[in-house]
């Protein structure tokens, strides 16, 4: 006999003789009362009091069998099923669900329980699902840089290409290089942010300059393209907030706004502020999008013009978007096909004055 089987019989013989005193003892004092104006010989006193302990003891054990019997039903069967749920999930099955109780077995009590637990799983089914689609896309999104490089490695193998042929396959190999670069540095920033370890660092800057100075490092790509650039910027609108995370919003804004632009399209920039608030807006004349695609422009990995996947990964609005959450903002996205896109982002002039 194992130590928890004699613990188990221990308890209940504890049971035993706690539910026997009370009914011994209850009894006792029904009897007395009910015998105190009564005469009776010892004999019959003797032969009373035998009865008397067997029934107490008879009924006893049937307290403790019909005990048993509400505890299973009420605690145990309940306190089963959670248990088999949690063992379920805990070996990864985030589809299960565990049945609520009904109310004669304690369900005020368990339902609860057992609701928070439903719950639990499916986020947890949500978190798997996204994380298995987040090494899918990973996988894909490194497989088909790495294939580019090593097929055009292969290529430069061949001592008879020419000097124009090598040049062109190194430089597929460098741009292709820079884009799997920058495919790893964007997902390690995503995963930052997603997990709250790319915290903002709050300083009062020229929100004005800022965008200006962002816009111009693009400058070489859209006199490239012969784009029109439009600002309508106000001046010197001061904020609070992280300069460096709202880079990576205006350098993503704009360059999208340039790779979907046609040549000698228009890009308009505008900075407005707003009593408390400032609202950015980069404003293209391209492609634009459906009303479907940009119900998605904002999910990893998404790309809504696959002909231009080429010069991204689909990581860039996801960033945005978590980057514009982290400072406590909104971002708004209006697109026609074939009619350009805006995207416009609403900050607090002090990102934590209100929060």
Request: with cysteine; hydrophobic share 40%; proline share 1%.
């Amino acid at each position: 006999m194992n130590e928890k089987v004699f613990e188990r019989w221990m308890r209940r013989f504890f049971r035993f003789i706690v539910l026997f005193a009370m009914n011994a003892f209850v009894v006792s004092c029904s009897f007395l009362l009910f015998l105190k104006d009564m005469e009776l010989n010892e004999a019959q006193i003797r032969i009373s009091g035998k009865t008397t302990f067997l029934n107490v003891v008879l009924l006893t054990v049937i307290y403790l069998m019909i005990d048993a019997l509400r505890e299973r039903k009420t605690v145990k069967e309940p306190l089963q099923r959670i248990t088999e749920g949690l063992r379920r999930i805990d070996k990864g099955d985030f589809k299960t669900y565990i049945e609520p109780v009904s109310h004669w077995q304690n369900g005020e009590i368990f339902n609860p329980i057992i609701h928070e637990i439903n719950l639990m799983t499916l986020e947890l089914s949500s978190v798997e699902t996204l994380r298995t689609d987040f090494i899918s896309n990973v996988s894909h999104e490194l497989k088909t840089p790495l294939a580019i490089i090593s097929n055009y490695s292969t290529l430069l193998q061949n001592k008879n290409l020419s000097e124009e042929e090598r040049n062109e396959y190194v430089k597929a190999i460098s741009d292709t290089s820079k884009n799997l670069a920058n495919l790893v540095s964007n997902v390690l920033k995503l995963n930052k942010l997603e997990n709250q370890k790319l915290l903002p660092e709050i300083n009062s800057f020229n929100l004005s300059e800022h965008v200006i100075e962002c816009v111009l490092n693009f400058e070489s790509t859209w006199e490239k393209k012969q784009i029109e650039i439009e600002t309508d910027i106000d001046e010197d609108v001061m904020i609070q907030s992280d300069r460096e995370l709202l880079s990576l919003v205006w350098n993503n804004l704009i360059s999208n706004a340039v790779k979907f632009t046609n040549e000698k399209g228009k890009i308009t920039i505008s900075v407005k502020k707003d009593g408390n608030a400032v609202l950015v807006s980069v404003k293209d004349t391209g492609c634009g999008m459906s009303k479907q695609t940009g119900d998605h422009i904002f999910e990893k990995f998404y790309q809504g013009d696959t002909s231009r996947s080429t010069q991204g990964n689909g990581l860039g609005l996801a960033m945005v978007k978590k980057v514009i959450e982290l400072l406590h903002g909104d971002i708004f996205v209006r697109s026609e096909l074939g009619k350009g896109a805006e995207f416009t982002v609403c900050l607090l002039v002090n990102t934590y004055e209100n929060n």
